[in-house]
């Protein structure tokens, strides 16, 4: 639906009208397929490992391929059975950076025996599938999640405050800590808040688009309009700085300026967004002793080299990447444990890097690729615009946090700590993003479907125009 | 919808194209600098995660290494630390490397690109080869006898195979052991600070990085120098050179330590070791001819390499003529290393040829297969034939009947000089006793080795330090293990 069309059809009924097309094929066998590679491979590198570090086959290792065999077998029959138009290459590309992330985690594990982190990883990634089937089932239709766009702003809001309450981790108050457990609400929270901003602009996006105040050439919308959105990523973006998270708030602020523009199709709010990220880091950089710290050990990342410190975390990291070249060190036989804390969650892209060099690294941002590529892809061939705008800020949560914590430990932007989709160690961040897996699926199940009849019961847009 | 939805994965793209583009830049065109940087323990990591390769001498290695478990894994260990410390050097995770474990470090520790399989194989797998081998050629029972023979006294011995440079003993003493510098704990930060303090500088190697004043052994060169000039024709002819010898230009008188000196002949004269004639004849001679013979020798060389650099050994080649005076019997600027005067011994008794020392013999990969033969300089004419027999003439003169004799050895032909130098304020320092000295088959003419010793011995009464007293019998027990 181009945007012509789209103000055209200002007030028509909620489902657009996507233009006839031939059915597409279901694809299900070569998605059996693929998840038999992402698996296969997975368990060649848990047995690389080993290798590596001139041990036998590792002892865990059928148990392993098996375990994660059997997690994406449950999950291809969950959508072969639930949702048999979705996308063959989301599924398996989503377990195979599981797979491998859990690879990266044991094999990290092996640099400090006291303290492994692989076997809670392997029950996160257990929760997160088991919460994709969950999804993949119970979700029929992802226009439900309209309805509960608002009890998603709230609960958003309150699984980011909740963490205020509990002590800071290095700096920053992201954890609820219980029960031995630690949970990121603040992961969560994120689905849920693209979850209300794709359903409040897709009911919102004419009034946006076509009504307020002239400024020159540049329409301003109607402040009733953007002010709840306004108001609770304010709120969001306030809280993440009390928390000290300031990558998170970074995202938000991403994923909303994204969809505003895909909402309206207007690209000042491009220029919009930029200016007041732009604004926005310039003064957090400056007021902010963490964050300035970050800038300038951005800035000059071998400070403490030359101040007799020795490097500090990022010339590390770049130490990693750079020992890696093309081909890497080969899985295990890396020094990426000389980074020290956070190697298996911020800086585990360090590892990957030096172990296997700039082609695994080109191999791996190449599935990050795909994995974003096909949630646009469904968001495009979608009729209706909650679905669409839900499917790019899903898409686009994975691809500006690959970006963000990538950049970071290469040295092209500050580092922000973010956990890499999948591959870092983070259950809540493993889970998530099932559950973001999950929704793509859906929609692509939707958008790949042969035409279904309009459906009486579909849900309204709260407040949409009528 | 559809267009923003393009532009927004075309942005994603971008995103990720920019990453690839950084981590090019990363991974490739800065990584040189990135692992070179000091801060970046993975060179050394790697280094040592795998046992260095060994020195060996006279084909066994005096070298092993230990595992020790820790991050930098492999340490290096020394069968006979404080014999062969001067050659070997040691190998330290704190303190690097020194001599042959600095000069082949890329062999021992298999970063040289001659022990790849391909070239760029290191680049492209990140990882080392084992460590090479390398082959000295230290004489073991030479190196044994001039460690005895020095037991413990402040001094060096550096022997030489005269034909082909062969460095066969090279012995520092008081030395240390390189063991207690291998690893990287307290105790070997704690041996370096002790070492490094000590009055007796165990860590300086005497044959190489020390020089002395080489005092009447330095005559050979002198001697060379008359004769090649011309100065003197006939070694037997009396020279008729005033005693005592008034410094040219001053009120300084200089004397002999034994009378016979004024109708000597140079060969008289250099068994008696009379000074008025030496310091006359380098005079006689002129500082260019003094200066040109020194060097031919090696004296004032910057660039000797064994392959470890050797001190530069001195021969002033600006003073008047009574500093040069003093220079030609060994006084004055002249010093010289205990290996420059083994040198000098070998060029004697290899003919007037000069061979550079070496201390590598070959250089071969873990398997055996030779990487590289040592380097071998050149052999340089430092005097024609004919003087060079007439110096030997005189040096077994000087066994035969003179102050060398505790280094004959019976059935070979030995040939020496002794020295005694002063040296400090106005000679107030303990003198250092020094003998230069060659063997040869008496039937083939082949020289066997030259052995260069000095005794810096701050124990014994002066009177009782002469080169033949002190220094000459160790030269003997040198000689005589090497023609075992």
Same mark, same amino acid.
């Given at each position: 639906?181009?945007?012509?069309?789209?103000?055209?059809?200002?007030?028509?009924?909620?489902?657009?009208?996507?233009?006839?097309?031939?059915?597409?094929?279901?694809?299900?066998?070569?998605?059996?397929?693929?998840?038999?590679?992402?698996?296969?491979?997975? %368990?060649?590198?848990?047995?690389?490992?080993?290798?590596?570090?001139?041990?036998?086959?590792?002892? &865990?290792?059928?148990?392993?391929?098996?375990?994660?065999?059997?997690?994406?077998?449950?999950?291809?029959?969950?959508?072969?059975?639930?949702?048999?138009?979705?996308?063959?290459?989301?599924?398996?590309? %989503?377990?195979?950076?599981?797979?491998?992330?859990?690879?990266?985690?044991?094999?990290?594990?092996?640099?400090?025996?006291?303290?492994?982190?692989?076997?809670?990883?392997?029950?996160?990634?257990?929760?997160?599938?088991?919460?994709?089937?969950?999804?993949?089932?119970?979700?029929?239709?992802?226009?439900?999640?309209?309805?509960?766009?608002?009890?998603?702003?709230?609960?958003?809001?309150?699984?980011?405050?909740?963490?205020?309450?509990?002590?800071?981790?290095?700096?920053?108050?992201?954890?609820?800590?219980?029960?031995?457990?630690?949970?990121?609400?603040?992961?969560?929270?994120?689905?849920?808040?693209?979850?209300?901003?794709?359903?409040?602009?897709?009911?919102?996006?004419?009034?946006?688009?076509?009504?307020?105040?002239?400024?020159?050439?540049?329409?301003?919308?109607?402040?009733?309009?953007?002010?709840?959105?306004?108001?609770?990523?304010?709120?969001?973006?306030?809280?993440?700085?009390?928390?000290?998270?300031?990558?998170?708030?970074?995202?938000? $602020?991403?994923?909303?300026?994204?969809?505003?523009?895909?909402?309206?199709?207007?690209?000042?709010?491009?220029?919009?967004?930029?200016?007041?990220?732009?604004?926005?880091?310039?003064?957090?950089?400056?007021?902010?002793?963490?964050?300035?710290?970050?800038?300038?050990?951005?800035?000059?990342?071998?400070?403490?080299?030359?101040?007799?410190?020795? =490097?500090?975390?990022? %010339?590390?990291?770049? $130490?990693?990447?750079?020992?890696?070249?093309?081909?890497?060190?080969?899985?295990?036989?890396?020094?990426?444990?000389?980074?020290?804390?956070?190697?298996?969650?911020?800086?585990?892209?360090?590892?990957?890097?030096?172990?296997?060099?700039?082609?695994?690294?080109?191999?791996?941002?190449?599935?990050? @690729?795909?994995?974003?590529?096909?949630?646009?892809?469904?968001?495009?061939?979608?009729?209706?615009?909650?679905?669409?705008?839900?499917?790019?800020?899903?898409?686009?949560?994975?691809?500006?946090?690959?970006?963000?914590?990538?950049?970071?430990?290469?040295?092209?932007?500050?580092?922000?700590?973010?956990?890499?989709?999948?591959?870092?160690?983070?259950?809540?961040?493993?889970?998530?993003?099932?559950?973001?897996?999950?929704?793509?699926?859906?929609?692509?199940?939707?958008?790949?479907?042969?035409?279904?009849?309009?459906? =009486?019961?579909?849900? /309204?847009?709260?407040?949409?125009?009528? | 919808?559809?267009?923003?939805?393009?532009?927004?994965?075309?942005?994603?793209?971008?995103?990720?194209?920019?990453?690839?583009?950084?981590?090019?830049?990363?991974?490739?065109?800065?990584?040189?600098?990135?692992?070179?940087?000091?801060?970046?323990?993975?060179?050394?990591?790697?280094?040592?995660?795998?046992?260095?390769?060994?020195?060996?001498?006279?084909?066994? =290695?005096?070298?092993?290494?230990?595992?020790?478990?820790?991050?930098?894994?492999?340490?290096?260990?020394?069968?006979?630390?404080?014999?062969?410390?001067?050659?070997?050097?040691?190998?330290?995770?704190?303190?690097?490397?020194?001599?042959?474990?600095?000069?082949?470090?890329?062999?021992?520790?298999?970063?040289?690109?001659?022990?790849?399989?391909?070239?760029?194989?290191?680049?492209?797998?990140?990882?080392?080869?084992?460590?090479?081998?390398?082959?000295?050629?230290?004489?073991?029972?030479?190196?044994?006898?001039?460690?005895?023979?020095? #037991?413990?006294?402040?001094?060096?011995?550096?022997?030489?195979?005269?034909?082909?440079?062969?460095?066969? %003993?090279?012995?520092?003493?008081?030395?240390?052991?390189?063991?207690?510098?291998?690893?990287?704990?307290?105790?070997?930060?704690?041996?370096?600070?002790?070492?490094?303090?000590?009055?007796?500088?165990?860590?300086?190697?005497?044959?190489?990085?020390?020089?002395?004043?080489?005092?009447?052994?330095?005559?050979?060169?002198?001697?060379?120098?008359?004769?090649?000039?011309?100065?003197?024709?006939?070694?037997?002819?009396?020279? #008729?050179?005033?005693?005592?010898?008034?410094?040219?230009?001053?009120?300084?008188?200089?004397?002999?330590?034994?009378?016979?000196?004024?109708?000597?002949?140079?060969?008289?004269?250099?068994?008696?070791?009379?000074?008025?004639?030496?310091?006359?004849?380098?005079?006689?001679?002129?500082?260019?001819?003094?200066?040109?013979?020194?060097?031919?020798?090696?004296?004032?060389?910057?660039?000797?390499?064994?392959?470890?650099?050797?001190?530069?050994?001195?021969? #002033? /080649?600006?003073? #008047?003529?009574?500093?040069?005076?003093?220079?030609?019997?060994?006084?004055?600027?002249?010093?010289?290393?205990?290996?420059?005067?083994?040198?000098?011994?070998?060029?004697?008794?290899?003919?007037?040829?000069?061979?550079?020392?070496?201390?590598?013999?070959?250089?071969?990969?873990?398997?055996?297969?030779?990487?590289?033969?040592?380097?071998?300089?050149?052999?340089?004419?430092?005097?024609?034939?004919?003087?060079?027999?007439?110096?030997?003439?005189?040096?077994?003169?000087?066994? @035969?009947?003179?102050?060398?004799?505790?280094?004959?050895?019976?059935?070979?032909?030995?040939?020496?000089?002794?020295?005694?130098?002063?040296?400090?304020?106005?000679?107030?320092?303990?003198?250092?006793?020094?003998?230069?000295?060659?063997?040869?088959?008496?039937?083939?003419?082949? =020289?066997?080795?030259?052995?260069?010793?000095?005794?810096?011995?701050?124990?014994?009464?002066?009177?009782?330090?002469?080169?033949?007293?002190?220094? &000459?019998?160790?030269?003997?027990?040198?000689? @005589?293990?090497?023609?075992?």
């Amino acid at each position: 639906m181009t945007a012509p069309a789209a103000k055209r059809a200002a007030g028509a009924h909620p489902e657009g009208t996507p233009p006839p097309s031939p059915p597409l094929p279901k694809r299900r066998g070569i998605e059996l397929a693929l998840l038999m590679g992402a698996v296969l491979l997975s %368990a060649c590198g848990y047995v690389v490992v080993g290798f590596a570090r001139a041990h036998p086959v590792p002892s &865990g290792a059928a148990g392993y391929g098996a375990g994660l065999g059997g997690l994406a077998l449950l999950a291809h029959l969950a959508v072969r059975l639930r949702a048999p138009y979705a996308d063959p290459l989301l599924l398996p590309t %989503a377990v195979l950076l599981n797979g491998l992330g859990l690879v990266l985690i044991f094999r990290l594990d092996l640099e400090t025996p006291a303290d492994p982190a692989a076997p809670a990883q392997l029950v996160w990634s257990t929760v997160g599938v088991g919460l994709f089937i969950a999804v993949v089932v119970l979700l029929r239709d992802h226009r439900t999640l309209q309805r509960y766009a608002d009890g998603c702003a709230a609960l958003a809001l309150l699984l980011m405050v909740v963490p205020i309450f509990f002590p800071a981790v290095n700096g920053a108050r992201i954890w609820i800590r219980a029960a031995g457990f630690s949970i990121q609400p603040g992961e969560f929270a994120k689905v849920l808040i693209t979850v209300f901003f794709a359903a409040y602009l897709a009911a919102n996006r004419n009034a946006l688009a076509h009504t307020g105040q002239s400024v020159g050439r540049l329409r301003l919308p109607a402040g009733q309009v953007l002010g709840p959105v306004v108001t609770i990523w304010l709120i969001s973006v306030g809280v993440l700085v009390l928390e000290r998270d300031l990558g998170t708030s970074l995202l938000f $602020f991403g994923i909303f300026v994204v969809l505003l523009y895909v909402a309206t199709g207007r690209t000042g709010w491009i220029a919009v967004g930029v200016l007041l990220a732009a604004a926005g880091s310039a003064a957090v950089g400056t007021l902010e002793p963490h964050v300035h710290g970050r800038v300038q050990d951005w800035l000059h990342p071998f400070a403490g080299i030359t101040a007799g410190r020795g =490097p500090g975390q990022l %010339a590390q990291s770049l $130490f990693a990447f750079a020992a890696g070249g093309l081909f890497g060190t080969g899985l295990g036989q890396g020094h990426s444990y000389l980074i020290g804390f956070a190697q298996k969650s911020d800086f585990i892209l360090a590892t990957w890097g030096e172990e296997l060099g700039l082609a695994g690294l080109t191999a791996l941002l190449v599935l990050y @690729a795909l994995l974003v590529g096909r949630g646009y892809q469904a968001a495009h061939g979608l009729g209706d615009p909650f679905g669409s705008l839900l499917a790019v800020g899903l898409a686009a949560l994975p691809a500006l946090q690959v970006f963000v914590i990538a950049g970071g430990v290469t040295g092209l932007i500050p580092l922000t700590g973010m956990a890499l989709p999948f591959l870092a160690q983070g259950g809540s961040s493993v889970v998530t993003n099932w559950i973001i897996v999950a929704l793509l699926v859906r929609i692509s199940d939707r958008a790949r479907a042969p035409r279904p009849a309009p459906d =009486p019961a579909a849900p /309204t847009a709260p407040g949409g125009a009528r | 919808m559809t267009r923003a939805i393009r532009h927004t994965a075309a942005f994603s793209f971008l995103l990720l194209v920019a990453l690839l583009v950084n981590a090019v830049r990363v991974q490739l065109i800065e990584a040189d600098g990135y692992n070179a940087n000091p801060a970046n323990r993975r060179a050394s990591i790697v280094r040592y995660a795998q046992p260095r390769g060994t020195v060996d001498v006279g084909g066994s =290695p005096v070298t092993g290494s230990r595992d020790s478990g820790g991050r930098l894994r492999y340490e290096r260990t020394y069968t006979e630390g404080p014999l062969y410390a001067p050659v070997t050097g040691f190998s330290s995770q704190l303190y690097g490397t020194s001599l042959i474990e600095h000069a082949e470090d890329g062999i021992l520790a298999g970063t040289d690109g001659r022990l790849a399989l391909f070239p760029g194989w290191g680049r492209l797998t990140g990882a080392l080869r084992p460590g090479g081998r390398v082959e000295t050629t230290i004489n073991p029972a030479m190196q044994r006898a001039a460690y005895r023979g020095l #037991d413990g006294r402040k001094g060096a011995v550096a022997a030489v195979e005269p034909r082909t440079g062969r460095v066969l %003993a090279l012995v520092s003493s008081p030395s240390y052991d390189p063991n207690e510098l291998s690893g990287n704990g307290a105790s070997v930060s704690d041996a370096w600070r002790r070492l490094n303090r000590s009055e007796r500088q165990p860590m300086l190697n005497r044959a190489l990085r020390q020089t002395y004043p080489p005092g009447s052994v330095f005559k050979v060169v002198t001697a060379t120098a008359a004769l090649e000039s011309g100065r003197v024709r006939d070694i037997d002819a009396p020279l #008729d050179l005033p005693d005592p010898y008034t410094l040219p230009g001053t009120h300084t008188s200089l004397g002999n330590p034994a009378p016979g000196c004024e109708h000597a002949s140079l060969k008289e004269a250099f068994r008696l070791s009379c000074n008025t004639v030496f310091a006359r004849l380098g005079v006689d001679v002129g500082l260019r001819e003094m200066a040109g013979t020194a060097e031919r020798f090696g004296f004032n060389d910057r660039g000797l390499r064994i392959p470890s650099p050797v001190v530069r050994s001195t021969f #002033d /080649t600006r003073m #008047d003529p009574a500093q040069l005076a003093l220079s030609s019997i060994g006084q004055y600027d002249t010093a010289a290393t205990p290996l420059q005067m083994a040198m000098v011994a070998a060029a004697v008794a290899n003919d007037g040829q000069l061979t550079p020392p070496h201390l590598v013999d070959k250089v071969t990969d873990a398997g055996g297969v030779l990487v590289a033969a040592g380097e071998r300089r050149p052999t340089q004419e430092v005097m024609n034939p004919a003087t060079a027999e007439q110096l030997q003439e005189m040096m077994t003169e000087v066994v @035969a009947h003179g102050s060398g004799r505790p280094a004959a050895i019976d059935g070979f032909t030995v040939g020496g000089k002794t020295g005694t130098a002063q040296h400090g304020e106005r000679n107030e320092g303990m003198p250092y006793a020094w003998f230069v000295s060659w063997v040869r088959n008496k039937d083939n003419h082949e =020289p066997v080795a030259a052995v260069a010793v000095v005794v810096e011995d701050a124990e014994a009464e002066r009177e009782d330090i002469s080169g033949g007293g002190s220094a &000459g019998p160790i030269a003997r027990a040198v000689m @005589a293990a090497g023609l075992r």
